[in-house]
Nanobody
Framework: QVQLVESGGGLVQAGGSLRLSCAAPGRTLYAMGWFRQTPGKEREFVAGITWNGDNRYYSDSVNGRFTISRDNAKNTVYLQMNLLKPEDTAVYYC???????????????WGQGTQVTVSS
């Protein structure tokens, strides 16, 4: 498996926006998901998208604020994050996910993630 590479994180004020990108070569026929992790906590599911983009699924905590999308021609998955809150602060990761449910990673390897910090 080619390693996934996340980017686009940074420091933003509450209410602001960021767009994360995930370079995912060879994953165009797989459902993909975004996850996040804070120190001392387990990694949690954030959003998932089917291989063709027809279906998307979000955790309750981000539903209505975040949008997952993909461009298979560019082998890239995106996470548009709007109305950010301090509790969104975490390291964000992408991974291949099972088609059902999309909350479960398909493979055990992870990239290094991208840090998102939201100040109040």
């Amino acid at each position: 498996q080619v390693q996934l590479v996340e980017s686009g994180g940074g420091l933003v004020q509450a209410g602001g926006s960021l767009r994360l990108s995930c370079a995912a070569p060879g994953r165009t026929l797989y459902a993909m998901g975004w996850f996040r992790q804070t120190p001392g906590k387990e990694r949690e599911f954030v959003a998932g998208i089917t291989w063709n983009g027809d279906n998307r699924y979000y955790s309750d905590s981000v539903n209505g604020r975040f949008t997952i999308s993909r461009d298979n021609a560019k082998n890239t998955v995106y996470l548009q994050m709007n109305l950010l809150k301090p509790e969104d602060t975490a390291v964000y990761y992408c991974n291949t996910v099972k088609p059902v449910p999309m909350t479960v990673p398909l493979f055990g390897s992870w990239g290094q993630g991208t840090q998102v910090t939201v100040s109040s």
